[in-house]
């Protein structure tokens, strides 16, 4: 299996980084806050709903939206067995562990069942990636027919394009809004919408309900 650059000491720091008040607080007042739009979708998602998160990190956003789905479940992927151990201590902590289900496995390969998702989505991944196509690929099969995908990255500026860093070991990204709604609609998604929010690109669409 591939192995995630998430791992040891950058693992350790950047799992309570990305789970902590320092980071809401950069998101919040610098960067832009993605959650919003995340909190629609699964407002938007009746009853006993399954998300997938593909790249869950710490748990971030899957115990925020576990926290939103009494009924429903998580299913958070991610390469780095570190990332997996804190959000799997966060969840138990908060009393969320029987909504989250971790699995360590790539996001272009999570080796979940086809259509069983009725939203997927992905914060701050794709750019890491050295194939972004994999990820919405995945994402497309995860998915019922009419569920919702949303993929959440830093768009592309002077200064992600001056930090090499921002890039991840293998990654090819991060894409401007033309990219992403090519990507998106390329995975066969309909509807799709790219937004801007603070220094993030928002990308959301739906997958084609079948014939009735
Ligand atoms: C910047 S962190 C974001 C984590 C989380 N989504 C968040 O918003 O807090 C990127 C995460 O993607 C994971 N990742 C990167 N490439 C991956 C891959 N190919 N398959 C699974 N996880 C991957 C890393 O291990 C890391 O946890």
């Given at each position: 299996?591939?192995?995630?650059?998430?791992e040891?000491?950058?693992?350790?720091?950047?799992?309570r980084?990305?789970?902590?008040?320092?980071r809401r607080g950069?998101?919040r007042?610098?960067?832009?806050?993605?959650w919003?739009?995340?909190?629609?979708?699964?407002?938007?998602?009746?009853?006993?709903?399954?998300?997938v998160d593909?790249?869950?990190?710490?748990g971030?956003?899957?115990?925020?939206?576990a926290?939103?789905l009494?009924?429903?479940?998580?299913?958070?992927?991610d390469?780095?067995?570190?990332?997996?151990?804190?959000?799997?201590?966060?969840?138990?902590?908060?009393?969320?562990?029987?909504?989250?289900?971790?699995?360590?496995?790539?996001?272009?390969?999570?080796?979940l069942?086809?259509?069983?998702?009725?939203?997927?989505?992905?914060?701050?991944?794709l750019?890491?990636?050295?194939?972004?196509g994999g990820?919405w690929a995945?994402?497309?099969?995860?998915?019922?027919?009419?569920?919702?995908?949303?993929?959440?990255?830093?768009?592309?500026?002077?200064?992600?394009?001056?930090a090499?860093?921002?890039?991840?070991?293998?990654g090819a990204?991060?894409?401007?809004?033309?990219q992403?709604r090519?990507?998106?609609?390329?995975?066969?998604?309909?509807?799709?919408?790219?937004?801007?929010?603070?220094?993030?690109?928002?990308?959301?669409g739906?997958?084609?309900?079948?014939?009735?």
């Amino acid at each position: 299996m591939e192995r995630s650059t998430w791992e040891g000491l950058k693992g350790k720091l950047g799992g309570r980084f990305l789970a902590g008040p320092l980071r809401r607080g950069l998101e919040r007042w610098l960067l832009g806050d993605p959650w919003p739009c995340l909190e629609r979708e699964v407002a938007a998602c009746p009853g006993a709903v399954t998300a997938v998160d593909l790249g869950v990190g710490s748990g971030y956003f899957a115990l925020r939206v576990a926290a939103r789905l009494p009924q429903g479940r998580v299913l958070g992927v991610d390469l780095s067995s570190e990332m997996l151990r804190q959000a799997a201590a966060r969840a138990r902590r908060r009393g969320l562990a029987e909504r989250l289900t971790l699995t360590r496995s790539s996001v272009t390969k999570t080796g979940l069942p086809s259509g069983a998702a009725d939203l997927v989505y992905s914060n701050n991944v794709l750019h890491e990636l050295s194939d972004p196509g994999g990820l919405w690929a995945e994402a497309h099969r995860l998915l019922r027919p009419g569920g919702r995908v949303l993929v959440s990255d830093f768009q592309t500026n002077a200064l992600t394009r001056l930090a090499p860093p921002l890039r991840g070991a293998h990654g090819a990204g991060p894409y401007g809004a033309a990219q992403l709604r090519e990507q998106a609609t390329a995975a066969g998604f309909q509807e799709v919408a790219v937004r801007s929010v603070g220094r993030w690109a928002v990308v959301t669409g739906v997958k084609a309900a079948g014939p009735a």
